[in-house]
């Protein structure tokens, strides 16, 4: 059996509420965003910035629970600031492709709606 890197959740258009470059590495997110996402703390993920074009992994810190955070700590807050606009994926090793749990946020981090990656269409709740 071969195992493959497939895309299993993304949070979609956030906005980076603050970053803080003497913090220990990683990318703190709302723990109510990981919850709905199936995203887990400490886990590795691809942190993509929209507003810069830049790209970068790291690992999760699980932040307050619906605050909204979305903060990138140590070496990663000189690529991406807050205010910018950025796409996080985590990925997983199956022998089968699946459909990823993918979200849309608002300007504040809050969910909007689930997002069908295949169609690029919302998907009904």
């Not at 059996?1 to 906005?15: D, E, F, G, P, Q």
């Not at 509420?17 to 003497?22: C, G, I, K, N, Q």
């Not at 790209?55 to 070496?75: F, K, P």
């Not at 991406?80 to 796409?87: L, S, T």
């Given at each position: ?15 980076v ?6 913090y ?20 590795r993920v691809l942190v ?31 690529m ?8 996080i ?22 969910f ?14």
């Open positions: 059996m071969r195992l493959r890197n497939y895309m299993s959740a993304k949070i979609h258009n956030a906005t509420t603050r970053s803080d470059l003497h220990v590495g990683s990318i703190t997110i709302d723990k109510k965003l990981l919850e709905i996402t199936g995203m887990q703390k400490n886990e993509v910035n929209n507003t810069s074009g830049s790209r970068l992994e790291t690992y999760i810190i699980e932040g307050e629970y619906a605050s909204g955070c979305i903060e990138m700590n140590g070496a990663a807050a000189h991406i600031h807050p205010g910018d606009e950025v796409i994926m985590a990925f997983t090793l199956a022998s089968e492709p699946f459909e990823p749990t993918t979200i849309l946020v608002d300007e504040n981090n809050k909007v709606r689930h997002l069908n990656e295949k169609q690029g269409q919302t998907v009904n709740d």
